[in-house]
């Protein structure tokens, strides 16, 4: 028999497997990460990222949308759910004259779901919220000085674990109310550098920053649940979710200083020209709205659409406004599933995946607009005789663009899932 101790550290096996094995290598370069939170991540699961990031108006029973906190409601009452992803994330940089590929991997989600009683189920994961990673440099030349060397870095990210909540009115046909409590946590880092590579008789700078940010954060959501048809197979859902625009806690240490490059390559420091260590202030998140459908017909086929609304306008670090501007994502996707679940052929049964999404960017430089557009398909592989199933994703997408001396990503994410399914909460019986 299985115990819950023996299910517990054979979940525990597979996240410590994992975890050192997707982050084996880190070399991404988005130097759009350097503006506003860094690159916002979905924080989905795999099985709503393959259809194009949807999942406000979509309910699912198998698998973890903390997107809308109200469809933890979809859970029946004697399942427990684990759900983790890890990815591998391929960049290529293209400029009018030159291009450039990059590649990192990661944990993409790990969360967990299960009932309190039969009208409250709960969640809780952890999940990226943003990522900075970039570095730059340029180069002029001065007239009887030589070159002048400028070298831009950065690196880090948002972090969020949450614990969410949803109460269920009603059966076949409910409404569902739900929240996230999150903690956000993390550190981002920055480095600025200027330095005469052709001379040793000027002192070289370095400027070097970290903003730390560490508060609790909330959003809510709202689903409902319509079955109809003979033997209600048809299923309609709507959701609606809703994120506070609230300032977080955060700190922030600078150190600016003048150096010469010892004979080891490490910086020596000839005088420090600013210091400020933990300064407290505030980071204005965003106010965000969305709304969503779904339609599906019971093991056959699931769809829907997102659309999401960010407030930036307000959207400052500290005393400084960014000037984002206001950004709109639109994302659709569908999942089909050939054989329903008739006996036969295994891949009758495996659910089959595709989207896509466009998201009008809060970021703008030099009056462009940086969008980002993408394509996304998977698949998900039951195991047998199981509810549990291994999940792969896919997506294509571009940012950004060439012309006006900016920067094109186009990108090619790959990711891997597994969605444990188990009913934890059986009495066992024995003759």
């Not at 759900?83 to 967990?112: C, H, P, W």
């Not at 070289?204 to 730390?212: A, E, F, P, Q």
């Not at 080891?264 to 980071?283: A, R």
């Not at 792969?392 to 920067?407: A, D, P």
Request: charged letters at 15%; one cysteine or more.
């Amino acid at each position: 028999m299985n115990t819950l101790k023996n299910r517990i550290l054979r979940l525990w096996l597979i996240i410590t497997i994992l975890l050192p094995a997707s982050y084996a290598f880190s070399q991404i370069n988005s130097p759009y990460s350097n503006f506003g939170l860094g690159n916002l991540q979905s924080g989905k699961s795999i099985f709503y990222n393959s259809m194009g990031g949807i999942g406000i108006g979509m309910g699912s029973d198998l698998y973890i949308n903390p997107s809308n906190p109200a469809t933890y409601a979809a859970f029946d009452t004697l399942s427990f759910v684990f759900d983790m992803g890890v990815y591998t994330k391929s960049v290529t940089l293209n400029t009018i004259r030159q291009s450039e590929s990059y590649n990192n991997a990661g944990i993409d989600y790990i969360t967990f779901a299960f009932p309190i009683a039969r009208w409250w189920k709960t969640s809780l994961g952890l999940l990226p919220y943003s990522q900075v990673n970039y570095a730059m440099n340029s180069r002029q030349n001065l007239p009887g000085v030589g070159n002048l060397e400028y070298n831009y870095e950065g690196s880090g990210g948002i972090n969020k674990f949450y614990w969410g909540h949803a109460v269920k009115f009603g059966n076949e046909n409910y409404l569902s109310l739900g929240a996230n409590v999150s903690y956000l946590f993390g550190t981002v880092t920055d480095k600025q550098s200027a330095s005469f590579p052709d001379s040793v008789f000027f002192l070289y700078t370095k400027n070097i920053g970290s903003l730390t940010y560490k508060d609790l954060c909330f959003d809510f959501g709202a689903y409902f649940n319509y079955e109809f048809g003979k033997d209600n197979d048809y299923v309609l859902g709507l959701g609606a979710v809703y994120a506070l625009g609230e300032n977080v806690n955060a700190s922030r240490s600078r150190l600016t200083y003048t150096y010469i490059l010892s004979s080891l390559g490490v910086d020596y420091i000839k005088d420090t020209l600013y210091y400020v260590k933990d300064l407290e202030g505030t980071v204005g998140m965003p106010q965000t709205l969305g709304a969503g459908f779904s339609f599906k017909k019971k093991n056959k086929y699931h769809f829907g659409a997102d659309v999401e609304y960010r407030n930036w306008e307000d959207f400052h670090i500290f005393t400084v406004n960014e000037k984002m501007e206001n950004s709109l994502r639109f994302a659709a996707g569908g999942q089909f599933m050939p054989g329903g679940e008739t006996v036969g052929n295994y891949w009758n049964w495996v659910r089959y995946r595709a989207g896509f999404y466009y998201h009008k960017s809060a970021l703008q430089i030099e009056e462009t607009a940086i969008n980002e557009f993408g394509i996304t398909f998977g698949i998900g592989m039951p195991l047998r005789r199981s509810r549990s199933t291994i999940n792969l994703g896919f997506e294509i997408g571009s940012r950004g663009t060439s012309n006006e001396e900016l920067i094109k990503e186009t990108f090619f994410n790959f990711r891997l899932g597994f969605s444990i399914y188990e009913n934890w909460f059986i009495k066992q019986k024995f003759n």
